[in-house]
């Protein structure tokens, strides 16, 4: 198989089997995000084959709510790695403030239906948390996606069973995971998403044991903790306001929603839920008996939209260049590939990348040879640092050449 065409553009996290990386395809022009598996779990082992295995059968199907796997292979280190889409979002809890059971009851939605696909699949997540769930752009204004699949845990489950550790995330682990980590089915999944719920709704966890065993006789073991959702009032930075706003003023009766969660959290994984459709349809139902179910008086955008989102790249001696960041990254370098040529043999083939996320424009380095520097910073590869968005001048040096850069309205 051929070796990861794409360049690194900075880490997004380090996991117990790999670690994973925003890149740019400069041939397509985009961003995307691959993971690329730990060396010693080698091209040959059978857990690697499990796992191309695995991506195959991902990388052919298309559904929504889960991030999509393009393509798989193992660079000549013998790495193996999968390609995915990049999706430009936020975490659940930045745009959900507690008490929101409009904004929870959608995530259930559509991280339950997500989840039902997949087990469709004969994939069964196994470490499902608020890391693992983006919520990005959609209609309505946002929409969740699950961004860590389940398709590489196979190589995890391998490493606890050897070490005799267990293997998920405690505090989202169902009692049965903590029993045998292995043999799991998708009513696990459904329970890490009603532990999910339970924090976004209240701002605290249903279990927090000081120490594993503590945490792990909890959820084995102990009653589920009665909700207090606090009375809604809009968290600093939320993107969703409703129309209520004001401060705090107490709890919130749940009489309907405990009764949601103790089948949700139900120690047997057969007295849980069926489905996530089944499940948010129960949230639904009570959270509206419960008259937590308030909707958006507006729902605003994750990000609010550039005021200044093409880019306009002078090299000394040759016409500007302008870009629509929006349709894609730039990448500055001697490649002919590259949108943004520079002809200089002391440039590296990738030199430098600008790039839009969360609704700024940023310039990264490309582990270039020589270095970048902007606005007279050098810049550390993987470290991108935000453009100026005020329309005024700036300079893009790639090593001993100069680059006149400013940003232009749409």
Same mark, same amino acid.
């Given at each position: 198989?051929?070796?990861?065409?794409?360049?690194?553009?900075?880490?997004?996290? #380090?996991?117990?089997?790999?670690?994973?990386?925003?890149?740019?395809?400069?041939?397509? *022009?985009?961003?995307?995000?691959?993971?690329?598996?730990?060396?010693?779990?080698?091209?040959?082992?059978?857990?690697?084959?499990?796992?191309?295995?695995?991506?195959?059968?991902?990388?052919?199907?298309?559904?929504?709510?889960?991030?999509?796997?393009?393509?798989?292979?193992?660079?000549?280190?013998?790495?193996?790695?999968?390609?995915?889409?990049?999706?430009?979002?936020?975490?659940?809890?930045?745009?959900?403030?507690?008490?929101?059971?409009?904004?929870?009851?959608?995530?259930?939605?559509?991280?339950?239906?997500?989840?039902?696909?997949?087990?469709?699949?004969?994939?069964?997540?196994?470490?499902?948390?608020?890391?693992?769930?983006?919520?990005?752009?959609?209609?309505?204004?946002?929409?969740?996606?699950?961004?860590?699949?389940?398709?590489?845990?196979?190589?995890?489950?391998?490493?606890?069973?050897?070490?005799?550790?267990?293997?998920?995330?405690?505090?989202?682990?169902?009692?049965?995971?903590?029993?045998?980590?292995?043999?799991?089915?998708?009513?696990?999944?459904?329970?890490?998403?009603?532990?999910?719920?339970?924090?976004?709704?209240?701002?605290?966890?249903?279990?927090?044991?000081?120490?594993? &065993?503590?945490?792990?006789?909890?959820?084995?073991?102990? #009653?589920?903790?009665?909700?207090?959702?606090?009375?809604?009032?809009?968290? *600093?930075?939320?993107?969703?306001?409703?129309?209520?706003?004001?401060?705090?003023?107490?709890?919130?009766?749940?009489?309907?929603?405990?009764?949601?969660?103790?089948?949700?959290?139900?120690?047997?994984?057969?007295?849980?839920?069926?489905?996530?459709?089944?499940?948010?349809?129960?949230?639904?139902?009570?959270?509206?008996?419960?008259?937590?179910?308030? &909707?958006?008086?507006?729902?605003?955008?994750?990000?609010?939209?550039?005021?200044?989102?093409?880019?306009?790249?002078?090299?000394?001696?040759?016409?500007?260049?302008?870009?629509?960041?929006?349709?894609?990254?730039?990448?500055?370098?001697?490649?002919?590939?590259?949108?943004?040529?520079? &002809?200089?043999?002391?440039?590296?083939?990738?030199?430098?990348?600008?790039?839009?996320?969360?609704? *700024?424009?940023?310039?990264?380095?490309?582990?270039?040879?020589?270095?970048?520097?902007?606005?007279?910073?050098?810049?550390?590869?993987?470290?991108?640092?935000?453009?100026?968005?005020?329309?005024?001048?700036?300079?893009?040096?790639?090593?001993?050449?100069?680059?006149?850069?400013?940003?232009?309205?749409?």
């Amino acid at each position: 198989m051929p070796g990861c065409p794409h360049r690194k553009v900075r880490p997004l996290g #380090e996991g117990a089997v790999g670690d994973v990386h925003l890149c740019v395809d400069v041939f397509a *022009r985009r961003l995307v995000v691959v993971k690329w598996l730990r060396a010693e779990v080698h091209t040959g082992s059978e857990a690697s084959a499990r796992f191309q295995l695995e991506a195959k059968r991902m990388a052919g199907a298309e559904f929504d709510g889960v991030i999509k796997v393009e393509d798989f292979g193992s660079d000549d280190f013998g790495r193996t790695w999968m390609t995915m889409e990049f999706v430009d979002g936020v975490n659940p809890a930045t745009a959900i403030s507690e008490g929101d059971g409009w904004g929870v009851h959608r995530l259930i939605e559509g991280v339950g239906k997500a989840l039902d696909e997949l087990h469709g699949l004969g994939v069964v997540h196994r470490d499902l948390k608020p890391d693992n769930v983006l919520l990005r752009p959609g209609s309505g204004s946002w929409e969740p996606v699950i961004i860590d699949l389940g398709i590489a845990k196979w190589l995890a489950h391998e490493a606890a069973t050897a070490t005799g550790s267990v293997f998920g995330t405690p505090h989202y682990m169902s009692p049965e995971q903590f029993r045998d980590t292995k043999h799991v089915g998708p009513a696990t999944d459904r329970y890490a998403l009603a532990v999910i719920a339970f924090e976004l709704l209240t701002g605290r966890l249903p279990y927090d044991g000081r120490s594993l &065993p503590e945490l792990l006789q909890q959820h084995m073991e102990a #009653e589920i903790p009665a909700l207090q959702v606090p009375v809604r009032a809009p968290r *600093r930075g939320s993107t969703i306001e409703s129309s209520g706003g004001g401060t705090e003023r107490g709890f919130h009766g749940a009489a309907s929603l405990d009764a949601f969660m103790r089948r949700a959290m139900a120690k047997n994984p057969s007295d849980r839920f069926s489905s996530g459709v089944e499940m948010a349809e129960a949230f639904h139902t009570a959270a509206g008996r419960d008259g937590i179910w308030e &909707p958006p008086a507006e729902a605003k955008m994750l990000f609010e939209p550039l005021m200044h989102p093409r880019v306009e790249l002078c090299l000394s001696g040759h016409p500007p260049q302008t870009f629509d960041i929006r349709r894609g990254p730039v990448v500055l370098g001697r490649h002919e590939a590259c949108q943004f040529l520079v &002809p200089s043999p002391r440039m590296s083939r990738l030199h430098s990348c600008i790039f839009m996320h969360r609704g *700024r424009i940023w310039v990264a380095d490309l582990k270039s040879q020589n270095g970048s520097q902007y606005m007279g910073r050098q810049l550390t590869p993987g470290v991108p640092v935000p453009l100026r968005n005020d329309a005024g001048a700036a300079t893009l040096k790639l090593y001993d050449q100069e680059i006149a850069l400013r940003t232009l309205p749409g």
